[in-house]
């Protein structure tokens, strides 16, 4: 069985302000790792994904997380924020094999202030 | 390309009824999946099916149950509601599955609200 806890329900920053969204996950299996965002009244977005190779995976829009094996990591991070960036973000897993379902975490909304 | 699509968007339902939700997945993409997400217990996969099979199931009761046609469009059904059933459904479609090679789409969700 695998789980996804997220450390923080609520993340408030300042725009420009760097951020992290913690995550770590527990499984008896190899898994892949992924990000997910939602944006008020809409579906999830995904935002990056760890298969394989590099540890540091980058999404289009300025955000990158790393894999972290020996902590069971995979936590997200910006250097910088939009107000645009207001959102909920998902971490997820799925195992490597076998049953290949996403188990989400439990969420953390990130508040974007001017 | 038009995205996932699940109708309707918004439904209330009393205690009891059963209620169906519509899924069509991007066009080419052969696996539908199922998600429900409350605000207690978040984001809980239900069902994923994949050429008219189910290939994979989550950890719910009976009366949470699904199907496929051979356009991949998909439709989920749950009866004898409960207040607790009161949750945002959400699609995803993929072209061959879960696999992660395969990337995950999902649609804006059906929300039900059981009165």
């Known amino acids: 069985a695998q789980s996804v806890t997220q450390l923080d329900s609520q993340v408030p920053v300042f725009e420009e302000a760097p951020v992290e969204l913690r995550c770590n996950y527990s499984s008896s299996v190899s898994v892949y790792l992924f990000w997910y965002v939602q944006y008020p009244n809409q579906g999830l977005q995904l935002l990056l994904k760890y298969l394989s190779g590099s540890t540091l995976v980058e999404s289009i829009n300025g955000f990158e997380a790393e894999f972290n094996k020996s902590q069971t990591s995979f936590h997200l991070r910006k250097p910088s924020v939009h107000i645009s960036d207001t959102a909920e973000y998902f971490c997820a897993v799925s195992g490597a094999t076998g049953r290949r379902a996403l188990t989400f975490g439990s969420g953390t909304r990130l508040q974007v202030q001017p | 390309k038009a995205g996932v699509t699940q109708t309707p968007r918004y439904l209330i339902k009393t205690r009891g009824q059963q209620v169906t939700l519509s899924c069509s997945p991007i066009s080419g993409h052969r696996s539908v999946s199922w998600y429900q997400q409350t605000p207690g217990q978040g984001l809980q996969f239900l069902f994923e099916?994949?050429?008219?099979?189910?290939?994979n199931k989550g950890n719910f009761p009976g009366r949470f149950s699904g199907r496929q046609f051979s356009n991949s469009r998909s439709e989920m059904n749950v009866s004898t509601l409960e207040l607790g059933d009161s949750a945002l459904y959400l699609c995803?479609?993929?072209?061959?599955?879960?696999?992660?090679?395969?990337?995950?789409?999902f649609g804006e969700g059906s929300w039900l609200t059981v009165v």
């Open positions: 099916y994949f050429s008219e099979t189910q290939r």
């Open positions: 995803a479609s993929s072209l061959s599955g879960q696999g992660p090679g395969n990337t995950i789409y």
